[in-house]
């Protein structure tokens, strides 16, 4: 059996449907945008393996970072302990977070730095004595598949069967273009009641929901809110954090600041598991006390890991280098001038960007991963040597940021051909992808 039967008999893939799906596409190697099939087919990682990926997959200096901690302290238990890596890494966190940020909270993914985050607004109202424990959220919003970060997302098929064992939340519409005002109404309707203890966002982007975008004016605007009603804010930066909006955090965008911050993802740069959860002092003042039932009871067997603290202290270097920052600016200009050139055709509603975030939204099907759309374009991705993972009749492509003008050339043709796709029209063979190697 070759890889991918092999897989099929011992495997159970996340968000699949195992009766009917193909075989999975087994990936040997990957070099800067690129991953390398079993069959010696190349694929572009256009998707950056699910928003994960900042520098290119098998990146020297990671390896080379990670090889030398893995030789030193691979692991430590972290209640009692501690070590260089994860100390380094918390102040250097630190120094590029939010202003206003002062601990850091480790964890192991995107979806339990949002469960951490919820409780220590939560513990924060219970350790003061006020009787605060409602969480607002937008009512298209993702923040994780654990049961807390369930609950502060949007209702769907996803989350169905346990709807009854997820905790009442707040939602109010998302303020996108021309529905400003009244979702500004929904959270001022939701503050006046005194009992919110957090609002919960992804800012500027939802990312599951479609790509879905708003304004750094009137999150700002919703910050202020918050903060005028005592209501502690948390920016769910797990998919935004580390250059994907064009600057280090969406957040930098607003003159109001979060209390707390949840990171994950490009953390590591893609190359190992870690989550983070920072928080300000006021928050991590009031567990300070006496009273140890007053302790933020929560961990991980593999908090603080010093190989994934080494990963992230080495793709942070890399981060702050001028050659990534200059191409961030450079994937920004070249989807600006892709949208000019997609925008107006037949079958396009919309296209829109964020920073190195590209979405095109096209006017048949539904945003569903149960759409038919989905699927076809899916597969026209993949004949054509790119990874897109649409969401629904949503195309969106979050590149690592080494990728090549060749390799967004690729991508954005990948794309155009989808036209035909939409249409109905039969799409041509995978062209030839010897220059992709360049």
């Given at each position: 059996?070759?890889?991918?039967?092999?897989?099929q008999h011992?495997?159970?893939?996340?968000?699949?449907?195992?009766?009917?799906?193909?075989?999975?596409?087994?990936i040997?190697?990957g070099?800067g945008a690129l991953?390398?099939?079993?069959?010696g087919?190349?694929?572009?990682?256009?998707?950056?393996?699910w928003?994960?990926?900042l520098h290119?997959?098998?990146h020297?200096?990671?390896?080379?970072k990670v090889s030398e901690?893995?030789?030193?302290?691979?692991?430590?238990i972290?209640?009692?302990?501690t070590h260089p890596?994860?100390v380094?890494f918390?102040?250097?966190?630190?120094?590029?977070?939010?202003?206003g940020q002062?601990?850091?909270?480790?964890s192991?993914n995107g979806s339990?730095?949002?469960?951490?985050?919820?409780?220590?607004a939560?513990?924060y109202?219970?350790?003061l004595?006020?009787p605060?424990?409602k969480?607002i959220?937008?009512r298209?919003s993702y923040h994780?598949?654990?049961?807390?970060?369930?609950s502060?997302s949007a209702?769907?098929?996803?989350t169905a069967?346990?709807?009854?064992?997820l905790?009442?939340?707040?939602f109010?519409d998302?303020?996108?273009?021309g529905n400003?005002?009244?979702?500004?109404?929904?959270l001022e309707?939701?503050a006046a009641?005194?009992d919110?203890?957090?609002?919960?966002?992804?800012?500027l982007?939802l990312?599951?929901?479609?790509?879905v975008?708003?304004t750094p004016?009137?999150?700002?605007?919703?910050l202020?809110?918050?903060?005028?009603?005592d209501i502690?804010?948390?920016?769910?930066?797990v998919?935004t954090?580390?250059g994907r909006?064009?600057?280090?955090f969406?957040s930098?965008?607003?003159?109001e600041q979060?209390?707390?911050v949840?990171?994950?993802?490009?953390?590591?740069?893609?190359?190992?598991?870690?989550?983070?959860?920072s928080?300000?002092e006021k928050?991590?003042?009031a567990?300070?006390?006496?009273?140890?039932?007053?302790?933020?009871f929560?961990?991980h067997?593999y908090?603080?890991n010093?190989?994934a603290c080494?990963?992230?202290?080495?793709?942070?270097?890399?981060?702050?280098?001028e050659?990534?920052?200059?191409?961030?600016?450079?994937?920004?200009?070249?989807?600006a001038?892709?949208?000019?050139s997609?925008?107006?055709?037949?079958?396009v509603?919309?296209a829109?960007?964020?920073?190195?975030?590209l979405?095109?939204?096209?006017e048949?099907?539904?945003?569903?991963?149960f759409?038919?759309?989905r699927d076809?374009?899916y597969?026209?991705?993949?004949?054509?040597?790119?990874i897109?993972?649409?969401?629904?009749?949503?195309i969106?492509v979050i590149p690592p940021y080494?990728?090549?003008?060749?390799?967004?050339d690729?991508?954005?043709?990948?794309?155009h051909?989808?036209?035909e796709?939409?249409?109905g029209?039969r799409?041509h063979?995978?062209?030839?992808l010897?220059?992709?190697h360049?």
């Open positions: 059996m070759n890889l991918a039967e092999r897989d011992t495997i159970w893939h996340p968000y699949t449907q195992m009766k009917t799906a193909a075989l999975p596409i087994p040997v190697r070099e991953l390398f099939a079993e069959d087919t190349t694929y572009i990682d256009a998707v950056a393996s928003w994960v990926n290119g997959h098998a020297p200096y990671i390896a080379q901690q893995l030789s030193t302290l691979e692991h430590v972290f209640a009692g302990f890596a994860a380094t918390a102040e250097r966190l630190l120094q590029i977070l939010p202003q002062s601990r850091i909270f480790y192991d339990t730095a949002v469960e951490v985050a919820m409780k220590m939560i513990q109202w219970n350790n004595g006020i605060k424990k969480i959220a937008f298209d994780g598949d654990t049961f807390g970060a369930m502060v209702r769907s098929a996803f069967p346990f709807w009854s064992y905790f009442e939340v707040a109010i998302v303020p996108t273009a400003e005002e009244e979702s500004i109404k929904q309707a939701f009641t005194g919110v203890a957090a609002f919960i966002y992804e800012p982007v990312g599951t929901a479609g790509m975008m708003y004016e009137v999150l700002n605007q919703m202020k809110i918050c903060r005028s009603h502690l804010t948390i920016a769910d930066e998919m954090g580390f909006t064009g600057r280090l969406a930098e965008y607003l003159p979060p209390d707390m949840c990171l994950s993802k490009g953390l590591t740069g893609g190359t190992m598991a870690l989550g983070a959860t928080c300000n928050i991590y003042e567990f300070l006390h006496d009273d140890k039932s007053k302790t933020l929560h961990g067997s908090t603080a010093p190989v080494a990963a992230g202290l080495a793709s942070m270097d890399l981060l702050l280098t050659e990534t920052q200059q191409s961030i600016k450079h994937i920004e200009a070249r989807h001038a892709f949208i000019q997609i925008k107006d055709l037949p079958q509603k919309e829109r960007q964020c920073g190195t975030i979405a095109v939204e096209f048949d099907g539904g945003t569903s991963y759409s038919d759309l076809t374009l597969s026209f991705g993949l004949d054509h040597g790119v897109l993972r649409p969401l629904g009749n949503i969106y080494c990728i090549t003008d060749a390799q967004l690729q991508v954005y043709k990948t794309i051909g989808m036209q796709v939409v249409t029209q799409h063979p995978r062209p030839d010897d220059m992709l360049d």
